[in-house]
């Protein structure tokens, strides 16, 4: 499966943002979906996930209550809606999506087998 990441800018602290995520080649369906994050000079971290047998959403505690993770399987996408951003979450943002991790594994950026390629988000205080 290929992804494609978009919605990326530059936006104000307290602004909002939506990414999307375009997957082609395979269905969404039966994968977990994520959104992993990467700022300079720091590792990638996991931001919000759906596993792939379930519908509840998954989140990292800094993200909690302003950001957003759905998915429109009809149309192959996921997206992460984000709100109240602060100059703190400025990174690359990645989607992700593998088949066959278990649950625990939600958060583990190793894990994951399909990569879009990344789409920048800058907050400016």
């Known amino acids: 499966v290929q992804l494609q990441a978009s919605g990326g800018g530059l936006v104000q602290a307290g602004g909002s943002l939506r990414l999307s995520c375009v997957a082609s080649?395979?269905?969404?369906?039966?994968?977990?979906t994520a959104w992993f994050r990467q700022a300079p000079g720091k590792e990638r971290e996991f931001v919000a996930a759906?596993?792939?047998?379930?519908?509840?959403?998954h989140y990292a505690d800094s993200v909690k209550g302003r950001f957003t993770i759905t998915r429109d399987l009809a149309q192959n996408t996921v997206y992460l809606q984000m709100n109240s951003l602060k100059p703190e979450d400025t990174a690359v943002y990645y989607c992700a999506a593998d088949r066959s991790l278990i649950l625990s594994s939600l958060g583990t950026a190793q894990q994951y087998d399909f990569w879009g390629q990344g789409t920048l988000v800058t907050v400016s205080s």
């Open positions: 759906f596993h792939r047998t379930g519908s509840v959403p």
């Open positions: 080649g395979r269905s969404l369906r039966g994968y977990a």
